[in-house]
């Protein structure tokens, strides 16, 4: 069992994240992992399942078995280190913001890793962005042109997430098995999948 096994369709999605939490492991510096990601698609495409299961593959010392307490508690809410942010209001304002932030800030309870999942951040008032963004250390001078949220888009690692059918993703990437190597066949899946 794995964190990313209810993640279907989503292979490109799942091998970027295993990446990642591999990279973080490693002590080296590398592009595979930073320290905001975006994950976005439409509806029912699992952008908070993925988000989560990220969470949990970062504070499980076995890079997201599924089984373990760390797994478990991340996953039901319970974990220390792992916050999930579910909008109650028609907006988040800059006071959740702020206190957001604080708690952001304390350094990790059980693992070497803090981690906020935000669902539905395009609700963030445009001030309750702005603070965001300066946390998220961006780059003003080279983002001049653009929104608050295209701005914060900009200073993260973003990951397009699809909506797709278990039988048409899974006879789609058996048929190209057989004539690519598996991760060929499943990239030339996720590519098809997205871009139609």
């Known amino acids: 069992m794995s964190v990313y ?13 295993q990446k990642a939490v591999a990279a973080t492991r490693s002590g080296e510096e590398s592009q595979e992992m930073t320290h905001a990601w ?36 991340a996953s039901n809410g319970s974990h220390p280190d792992v916050e999930v942010i579910v909008t109650e209001g028609l907006s988040i304002k800059i006071d959740e913001v702020r206190e957001l932030l604080t708690r952001v800030a304390w350094a990790p309870s059980m693992g070497g890793w803090r981690v906020v999942v935000m669902e539905d951040a395009d609700r963030l008032t445009e001030s309750a962005a702005n603070a965001l963004l300066k946390q998220l250390k961006s780059q003003a001078t080279e983002l001049c042109g653009c929104s608050v949220l295209q701005r914060c888009m ?43």
């Not at 048409?168 to 996720?190: D, I, N, R």
């Open 38 to 73: 975006v994950f976005t698609g439409p509806p029912g495409s699992g952008r908070s399942s993925a988000a989560i299961a990220f969470a949990q593959a970062l504070v499980c010392s076995k890079d997201g078995c599924g089984t373990c307490n760390e797994c478990r508690s």
């Open 5 to 17: 096994t209810d993640l279907v369709g989503q292979e490109l999605v799942v091998e970027i994240l």
């Open 154 to 196: 900009m200073c993260c690692q973003r990951l397009d997430l699809v909506v797709v059918t278990c039988n048409l993703s899974h006879h789609l990437t058996q048929l190209l098995h057989v004539f690519f190597k598996p991760e060929t066949a499943s990239h030339l899946s996720w590519q098809i999948l997205q871009h139609g």
